[in-house]
């Protein structure tokens, strides 16, 4: 809009136009004043009603809350104002009305259940703190660009519509496509690691991926955005580097350049970004110690996950970030390559956070036999990837790489009680729209 200055701008002295919605109308009897917000802030607009034009006085009096309005006037200096300035209008503007029955308050005055805010996400993005937690959302995939830029990845975009599934037959949306079956991608996986034997030899992917898993739970998301990394010649641990490496340049950016969101959220005086090297613990050290905490109901044995429990008794024994490393290969998918000496153990990594887990990964098997070999023995047919295996027959480098979910990474950053609370429209067993 031609012309327009943010609230935050407005200095005594200007003449102004802001433009934003009502977001109170406080009537004093001789004086009134409307505080307009808009993506910067708020500011006070004062009506004097003896000494101004009645139309004007009952325009900006009048308007219903969360209507969208400009006014045009002049900034004054006023101490009582909550931002210190107030606007003295010539002119006030309804653009769009607002009907008086809101489904839920923007002002954050009286709380709203999640569904209604789900249901509402425009007006409920109108609260500070909802919009706080985009802006940091969008600031820690900003942060984690430049990162992957600055250690020489490319940036690619994969299929989202797949012939095939990668992370196990049973959490896949089958879609019609064009009288064929196929499916809704549940990871860039295969399409990453193709890349890596390509000229690129490093990229990394910000996309979404579809699992039809069952759970409905805080911390899964049938539609989530995941962060994809992978690159030649690195072992898993160089790859953890770089996960590392990722995760602290993500709570850097948000640390450097969203103070004000932090604050809204709690976080201006402990938000932390983790300084120290992450413990990589072996899958054996961390089951001998889960058992040890004594906090299960059963002793884990081998081969067995880390059940939810299991993670949070380990999460709040360490206290922080770590790796489990080198996990049983039975529950580690095909492409993870396990070692030459223990075939039954792999290098497959986990990160953790004490509340959960964030990403996944691994040294990939880059040898056609051995490749061909674990699809057999995980029960998939080889024909049906024969897109991905062919191309390990003409030189596919050693490589290695991971996945975050985003919304996780959110989540456990700004300590949400629920992951929906870092997707804008998330997809879960009820929610179809908006
Ligand atoms: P994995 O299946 O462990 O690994 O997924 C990687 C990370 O993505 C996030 N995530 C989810 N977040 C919310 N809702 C879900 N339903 C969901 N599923 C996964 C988690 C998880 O740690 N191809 C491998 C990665 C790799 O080896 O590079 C993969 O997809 O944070």
Request: hydrophobic share 35%.
């Amino acid at each position: 809009m031609e012309g327009r200055t943010y609230a935050a701008d407005a200095e005594p002295g200007d003449t102004v136009t802001v433009a934003g919605w009502a977001h109170e109308i406080r009537d004093l009897g001789g004086i009134a004043f409307l505080i307009v917000r808009d993506t910067s802030g708020r500011i006070q607009v004062k009506f004097e009603k003896d000494e101004m034009d009645d139309d004007l006085v009952e325009t900006g009096t009048d308007v219903s809350r969360e209507s969208v309005v400009t006014v045009t006037g002049s900034v004054e200096e006023e101490p009582r104002a909550p931002t210190d300035v107030e606007i003295v209008p010539e002119s006030v503007e309804v653009l769009a009305p607002a009907e008086p029955e809101l489904p839920l308050d923007p002002s954050g005055k009286v709380d709203a259940e999640l569904s209604t805010r789900l249901d509402n996400r425009t007006l409920d993005l109108r609260r500070e703190e909802a919009k706080a937690i985009f802006e940091i959302r969008a600031e820690v995939l900003r942060g984690v660009r430049e990162y992957f830029r600055s250690v020489g990845c490319t940036e690619i975009n994969t299929p989202k519509i797949v012939a095939t599934g990668t992370e196990g037959g049973t959490e896949l949306f089958p879609i019609t496509y064009f009288g064929r079956e196929a499916f809704m991608n549940q990871s860039p996986q295969l399409f990453k690691q193709l890349m890596v034997g390509s000229g690129l030899e490093r990229v990394f992917e910000i996309g979404p991926i579809f699992r039809a898993e069952e759970h409905n739970t805080p911390r899964h998301l049938n539609e989530a955005t995941m962060i994809d990394f992978e690159s030649a010649f690195v072992d898993h641990h160089e790859a953890m580097d770089v996960c590392e490496g990722t995760l602290r340049a993500a709570y850097e950016a948000v640390e450097e350049n969203c103070g004000e969101q932090l604050e809204t959220l709690g976080f201006a005086e402990e938000f932390d970004v983790p300084e120290e090297a992450f413990p990589r613990l072996t899958y054996e050290e961390a089951i001998e110690r889960v058992n040890a905490t004594g906090e299960l109901d059963e002793f884990l044995g081998w081969g067995d996950d880390l059940s939810t429990e299991a993670e949070k008794a380990l999460g709040e024994e360490i206290g922080g970030h770590y790796f489990v490393t080198d996990w049983p290969s039975e529950i580690k998918p095909f492409y993870i390559q396990d070692y030459d000496d223990d075939p039954d153990l792999s290098k497959g990594f986990d990160l953790m956070h004490p509340r959960m887990e964030l990403v996944s990964g691994g040294q990939r098997e880059h040898r056609y036999e051995e490749l061909v070999a674990g699809f057999e023995q995980q029960g998939l047919d080889p024909d049906q990837f024969e897109y991905y295996t062919k191309m390990f027959k003409y030189g596919m480098p050693p490589h290695a790489g991971w996945a975050y979910g985003v919304e996780r990474l959110v989540m456990t950053m700004l300590d949400l009680p629920n992951i929906r609370e870092a997707v804008l429209f998330p997809r879960d067993r009820q929610r179809l729209s908006p």
